[in-house]
C-alpha cells in the first residue's frame, strides 16, 4: 500500500500491522492497493466537434475490448491539428481522429503520430494512404463541394451554375458565399480546389474575379450554410454555398427529393484520419480503438450520424444517398508535399488579396 498524501496515523500503522499477523496466522494473503483491480483502461480519444457516434455502439466496443474510451473534442481539423502539434511533447489524448487531408502533412511533419497498421486497414481504408509509415488510417470521406439552392434559381429564373468557372459570372453576382481558408478546413480545401484547377499562377486572378463578383467571406461553415445560405435552416439571401458533397442528404423534403444540389465538378477531396498519438501511455488499447474506427459497426454509422462517407468497402449508405449525394467520381486533390510546402503562404496571399 503506498503512501497518497501526508503521513499515516499512528492507528493505521497499528491496524495494518494487526492484518498482517492476522494473515500470518491464518495463511491469508494481504492484498496491497497496488494489486487491486485497476479495471478497464481509459483511452482518450480527441477529435473535433462535428463526433457523433450512437452511444450503443461505443458501449458494445467497450464491454468486448475491456476499454473505456473518453471523447474530447476540439473544435475543426484546423484546430485539432493546430492543437495536437502544439502539445506533441505532452500529449492530450492517446488516440487522434479528425485531422483531414488538408492538414495531414502537418500533422506528419511534426510527428504527432506513430506507426500503426490495423488489420481492418485493407478493407477500404488503404485506398487513401498517405503515409509509409501507416501513422494514419483514413476513417471517412467527405468531399468540399459547391452547393446550390436548386429551388431557388427555378423560381427566380436562373441557369444554375456547374463548375468554378461560372461563379465568376455577372448572373452570379452577390450569390456565392464562403468560408475563410484562413479559419475554416473547408474554406481551406476550397482553396485548394482553385489551385488545383487553375495552377499556382492562375487561383489568385480567379479569386480575384471572385471578389469582384460580390462572393461573401465568412468565418465558417456553419456560419456560411446556416445562415447566409438560402437552402438551409438559415433562410439566407445566397443560393450558392460551399459545403459537402453529402450535404443534400440532409435537405431532403417531404416529397424525397433534395432541395439542394452538389456541383460534382467542384469538389476536393477531403479525407479523414486516425491515429495513435506518439507518447501514448496506452499504444496496444489506441490501437485497439483505430480497428474500431476502421469496423463495420463504426464505420456503418459516420454517414447518418456524420455526413461523411465511410471508407471501409461494403458499407450501406442510407437510403436516398445514391440520388440525393453521390461521392465524385473524380474529386480534386493536390500532392500532400505541395500542400506542406505552401499551405501558409497561399493563406498569407490569399489574406492580402481578400482582405487586404
Keep these: 500500500m ?10 493505521m500503522r497499528a491496524a495494518i500491522a494487526l492484518l498482517s499477523v492476522g494473515a500470518l496466522t491464518t495463511g491469508c494473503t494481504v492484498i496491497g492497493a497496488e494489486d487491486e483491480p485497476t479495471g478497464p483502461v481509459t483511452v482518450t480519444l480527441v477529435t473535433h466537434q462535428s ?11 467497450e464491454q468486448r475490448a475491456g476499454i473505456r474510451i473518453e ?4 473544435g475543426d481539423a484546423g484546430e485539432l491539428t493546430n492543437k495536437l502539434v502544439l502539445t506533441k511533447d505532452n500529449p492530450i489524448a492517446d488516440v487522434a481522429y479528425g485531422v483531414d487531408s488538408t492538414f495531414a502533412s502537418r500533422a506528419l511533419d511534426e510527428g504527432v503520430f506513430q506507426p500503426y497498421t490495423s488489420p481492418e486497414a485493407d478493407r477500404g481504408p488503404q485506398r487513401y494512404a498517405v503515409d509509409p509509415q501507416q501513422r494514419l488510417s483514413a476513417v471517412d470521406v467527405g468531399d468540399v463541394c459547391v452547393n446550390i439552392d436548386t429551388e431557388w434559381f ?23 458565399v464562403v468560408p475563410s481558408p484562413a479559419t475554416s478546413s473547408p474554406g481551406l480545401a476550397f482553396l ?31 456560419e456560411a450554410y446556416t445562415q447566409d445560405f438560402s437552402g438551409s435552416s438559415g433562410e439566407g439571401d445566397r443560393p450558392i454555398v460551399l459545403s459537402y ?9 417531404e416529397d424525397g427529393t433534395p432541395r439542394t444540389k452538389a456541383l460534382l465538378d467542384t469538389c476536393y477531396r477531403q479525407v479523414e484520419y486516425a491515429g495513435v498519438l506518439e507518447g501514448t501511455p496506452h499504444p496496444n488499447e489506441a490501437g485497439k480503438v ?18 461523411v462517407y465511410p471508407t471501409r468497402e461494403g458499407v450501406a449508405l442510407p437510403e436516398g444517398w445514391a440520388q440525393a449525394a453521390p ?8 500532392p500532400g508535399e505541395q500542400v506542406q510546402a505552401n499551405r501558409e503562404q497561399w493563406i498569407k496571399e490569399w489574406r492580402e488579396l481578400l482582405e487586404g
Design 2 to 11: 503506498g503512501q497518497r498524501s501526508g503521513q499515516w496515523s499512528t492507528s
Design 51 to 61: 463526433w457523433a457516434v450512437p452511444q450503443n455502439v461505443v458501449d458494445a466496443f
Design 71 to 74: 471523447i474530447r473534442k476540439e
Design 154 to 176: 427555378a423560381s427566380h429564373d436562373v441557369p444554375e451554375p456547374t463548375g468554378l468557372d461560372d461563379l465568376t459570372e455577372p448572373e452570379y453576382k452577390d450569390l456565392f
Design 192 to 222: 485548394f480546389a482553385t489551385v488545383s484547377t487553375y495552377g499556382e499562377d492562375g487561383w489568385r486572378e480567379y479569386w480575384s474575379e471572385l471578389k469582384n463578383n460580390g462572393v461573401k467571406v465568412v468565418s465558417g461553415w456553419t
Design 245 to 253: 458533397a453529402s450535404s443534400p442528404a440532409a435537405e431532403i423534403g
Design 290 to 307: 483505430i480497428d474500431f474506427l476502421l469496423s463495420h459497426e463504426f464505420q456503418s454509422t459516420v454517414a447518418s450520424n456524420m455526413y
Design 327 to 334: 461521392l465524385p467520381r473524380e474529386s480534386l486533390s493536390l
